[in-house]
């Protein structure tokens, strides 16, 4: 798939076939996670993959927007090191663009997947934590649910706003 059509045609995924991802495409997204950019090439970030749905519960108990794990088969929790970061203050920067590759990798290859939002609230931050017993410098970013899709889209929404865009000076239009 061309990379602007895989970031045009990529949806949200929220319901998930009863089919588990293989491990030859779960190391593809994760191998498109680490050649994400970063900051001076710091690559701060660490991975958690939890294939073990009985792990799932509990994560619905405490993350009030992730019920699409009833259907899941696989998560990744993408962390920030915060012992890697060399640039400081540039680990969420990096793991939105890890993020984002595993999205894209995902769809590129047949899978369906979404983000849901961990950092910056706290709360899920603590619960993750503590859940995966995770040491004091690892960050817990977004969790990255994924699976074959059950959800076909057909149209895509209409996104490109030509007024969001200037030419060379703040509010001429760019036509
Ligand atoms: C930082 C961030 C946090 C998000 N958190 C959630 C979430 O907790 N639960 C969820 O279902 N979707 C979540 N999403 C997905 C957005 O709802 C989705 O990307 C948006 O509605 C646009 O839809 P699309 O991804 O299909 O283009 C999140 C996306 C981002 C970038």
Not at 36 to 49: D, G, I, K, T, Y
Request: proline share 5%.
């Amino acid at each position: 798939m061309d990379t602007v059509d895989a970031i045009i045609s990529r949806r949200s995924v929220r319901l998930f076939l009863d089919r588990n991802v293989e491990y030859e495409k779960i190391e593809t997204v994760l191998k498109a996670a680490m050649y994400a950019p970063s900051a001076v090439n710091e690559q701060p970030w660490h991975f958690l993959v939890i294939n073990d749905r009985k792990l799932f519960p509990a994560i619905m108990k405490f993350h009030p927007y992730a019920s699409m794990l009833k259907t899941a088969p696989l998560a990744i929790l993408v962390c920030g090191d915060l012992e890697k970061e060399v640039a400081a203050g540039n680990w969420v920067l990096d793991c939105s663009c890890a993020s984002q590759n595993i999205l894209l990798a995902a769809h590129s290859i047949g899978l369906g997947a979404v983000w849901a939002g961990v950092y910056p609230e706290e709360e899920r931050m603590n619960s993750f934590s503590s859940l995966f017993r995770l040491p004091e410098n690892v960050i817990p970013f977004a969790l990255i649910v994924i699976g074959y899709s059950a959800t076909v889209f057909s149209k895509q929404p209409a996104r490109f706003k030509a007024e969001r865009i200037s030419l060379n000076s703040w509010g001429t239009l760019y036509e």
